[in-house]
T-cell receptor, first 115, second 118 residues
Framework: ETGVTQSPTHLIKTRGQQVTLRCSSQSGHNTVSWYQQALGQGPQFIFQYYREEENGRGNFPPRFSGLQFPNYSSELNVNALELDDSALYLC??????????????FGPGTRLLVL | AQTVTQSQPEMSVQEAETVTLSCTYDTSESNYYLFWYKQPPSRQMILVIRQEAYKQQNATENRFSVNFQKAAKSFSLKISDSQLGDTAMYFCAFMKLTNAGNNRKLIWGLGTSLAVNP
């Protein structure tokens, strides 16, 4: 069984640029959630993708967008980067079924630095 | 809105001893999951333990156990026989249960930094 993977591990961008982060979900999972973790903070929910559609969104502006592909992998895109976007971006995959809860399993994260 | 509070920013414990990390949460929901995740310096968030709110029995995973007090909205993590590899940031997280099709996001505390000393 393959775990959650993310790429790249580190990234440096300048203000105003655009960035794409990638996530491959764990085998058998159908849902991907993205979180932003600023230094010294707990993660903040960005959005979740289920069956290739956005399935809920946190308090992030529209310049944060995403995709989920038929193989359930996902991308997080951030346009017009700002200094405050510097953070660790975590991807989590899970199996969403019925009315039961789910457990989210995380990848190693992508550290983004915006200069 | 749900909130999660971890009141201990830092803790330390001697190797082989027992330590308890505290977590309280606020919610009006009756069906939810609670989690403890650890985040070592490698940054990867690793699931430690999960508790379903409808279960009265406290969850255990090897050296890790929880004390779940639903009425008090308290969810503490006990680590027995602490090991050097337990050194990490520990996060408590809450998930409201909803029907499939509605996102089940994790709501996180600020974390407790645990140092296990030799």
């Amino acid at each position: 069984e393959t775990g959650v993977t993310q790429s790249p591990t580190h990234l440096i961008k300048t203000r105003g640029q655009q960035v794409t982060l990638r996530c491959s979900s764990q085998s058998g999972h159908n849902t991907v959630s993205w979180y932003q973790q600023a230094l010294g903070q707990g993660p903040q929910f960005i959005f979740q993708y289920y069956r290739e559609e956005e399935n809920g969104r946190g308090n992030f502006p529209p310049r944060f967008s995403g995709l989920q592909f038929p193989n359930y992998s996902s991308e997080l895109n951030v346009n017009a980067l700002e200094l405050d976007d510097s953070a660790l971006y975590l991807c989590a995959s899970s199996l969403l079924t019925g009315s039961l809860g789910e457990t989210q399993y995380f990848g190693p994260g992508t550290r983004l630095l915006v200069l | 809105a749900q909130t999660v509070t971890q009141s201990q920013p830092e803790m330390s414990v001697q190797e082989a001893e027992t330590v308890t990390l505290s977590c309280t949460y606020d919610t009006s929901e009756s069906n939810y999951y609670l989690f403890w995740y650890k985040q070592p310096p490698s940054r990867q968030m690793i699931l430690v333990i999960r508790q379903e709110a409808y279960k009265q029995q406290n969850a255990t995973e090897n050296r890790f156990s929880v004390n779940f007090q639903k009425a008090a909205k308290s969810f503490s993590l006990k680590i027995s026989d602490s090991q050097l590899g337990d050194t990490a940031m520990y996060f408590c997280a809450f998930m409201k249960l909803t029907n499939a099709g509605n996102n089940r996001k994790l709501i996180w505390g600020l974390g407790t930094s645990l140092a296990v000393n030799p």
